[in-house]
């Protein structure tokens, strides 16, 4: 099966490149499993961004062609995925999008030696405190609970309650979100973390719906999403504001999924086509090609990214030697559609880049842009 899912992605992303010369990177990502979906929206940010490459002249005049693994959404199957990519030689490895398999990869990956890219995972402990190999373009959970709480805080929300997975992103932005609603002066009147394979949220749904709060912040995956939302309309829960902490509630599906019980959801989200980088618009329009004609989640941009940015790295490099590659990134000050691409050590981060999160809302059955003010935002729907 790996062998198939190898031979089959290389041919599509080679894109024409020629076997010999080729530059080959090395990338992991959920071709199956569960978290296939996010793997499907990453496969389509790779595509566009190593046919953006090799249009522009690859590096060097010589083309760039992506070795992706299947980690089938399992941390040892990531691991093994790792391994093969070490001893294929590739100069970095673009990292995937679950916290839990990222954080086992990257203690690999630095203590082989080998840049670690992350792209998509956002568990504060992978770049906190972190190793001089793992880069992450994309930003860390806090930032998910920030801009999240942000809105509470800006309208005066007193109390809010928190239900969360506990894998290693869902507890991240749970914490943080924590640590935020202390500083904004919000009480949380019930923080519920779930383990995986939990089906029926109604119990603590009614707790909640006891304790009437201003926002309810969920962080879950894609199915749970879901799941969450059809039962909060079912048993009548009216906070305010429902609020998602992204992972599921930011892709297309949460919305045809969820049919009317997603209208008015918020959701922290890390890339919309409304922000006012160069060439966002553009990324949209190959995205949604790349997928078909469905639109993009902030995964498929953020997989764009991590293309373009390899790419430069070794560009800047003047070579596939991995210390050369390490030190690249280091100095990486560069502009891409998904945002400002920098490395920089600050709050207990290593090798992180700073760039905040946005909000959207589900608004007539479609994703709008309510926050920050720079996204030229849509005025908020509250439940009450």
């Not at 996010?38 to 249009?55: D, P, T």
């Not at 630095?110 to 906190?128: C, E, H, W, Y």
């Not at 945002?339 to 760039?355: A, E, S, V």
Request: proline share 4%; aromatic share 8%.
């Amino acid at each position: 099966m790996r062998k198939f899912v190898l031979f089959t992605l290389s041919m599509a992303l080679a894109a024409g490149a020629q076997a010999q010369g080729t530059i080959k990177i090395g990338a992991i990502t959920s071709v199956t499993g569960r978290f296939a979906e996010f793997g499907k929206m990453q496969l389509a940010g790779f595509k566009v961004g190593v046919a953006e490459v090799n249009r522009k002249g690859g590096i060097g005049g010589r083309k760039i062609e992506l070795v992706i693994e299947d980690n089938a959404s399992d941390v040892n199957k990531g691991l093994a995925a790792a391994e093969r990519l070490v001893n294929a030689g590739v100069p970095l490895v673009i990292n995937e999008y679950s916290s839990s398999l990222v954080k086992a990869q990257a203690q690999y990956l630095a203590r082989q030696k080998v840049p670690n890219l992350v792209v998509t995972s956002s568990g504060d402990d992978i770049t906190q405190p972190g190793s001089e190999y793992t880069f992450r373009l994309n930003q860390p959970a806090t930032e998910y609970a920030r801009v999240i709480l942000s809105i509470f805080r800006d309208k005066k929300f007193k109390t809010m309650a928190v239900i969360a997975g506990t894998g290693a992103f869902e507890k991240s932005v749970a914490d943080a979100a924590q640590t935020l609603a202390k500083q904004y002066g919000i009480t949380i009147v019930e923080d519920q973390r779930y383990d995986k394979g939990l089906t029926d949220f109604r119990p603590v749904l009614n707790r909640i719906k006891a304790k009437n709060p201003d926002g309810l912040l969920m962080v879950s995956y894609a199915e749970d999403s879901v799941a969450l939302m059809r039962q909060a309309r079912e048993v009548g829960v009216k906070p305010r504001l429902f609020a998602g902490g992204a992972a599921g509630f930011a892709l297309p599906e949460f919305i045809k999924d969820s049919g009317s019980a997603a209208e008015n959801v918020i959701t922290a989200t890390a890339w919309i086509p409304q922000l006012r980088y160069p060439g966002v618009q553009k990324l949209n329009v190959e995205l949604k090609k790349a997928l078909g004609g469905a639109d993009p989640s902030y995964h498929a941009a953020q997989a764009y990214a991590g293309v373009i940015v390899a790419a430069e790295a070794i560009s800047r490099a003047g070579s596939t030697d991995r210390e050369k590659v390490k030190a690249a990134l280091n100095s990486l000050n560069m502009q891409t559609a998904f945002g400002p691409i920098q490395f920089k050590d600050f709050d207990g981060f290593r090798n992180q880049n700073p760039l905040a999160m946005v909000a959207q809302q589900v608004q007539g059955g479609k994703f709008v842009p309510v926050y920050p003010k720079s996204v030229v935002p849509q005025p908020i729907k509250f439940e009450r």
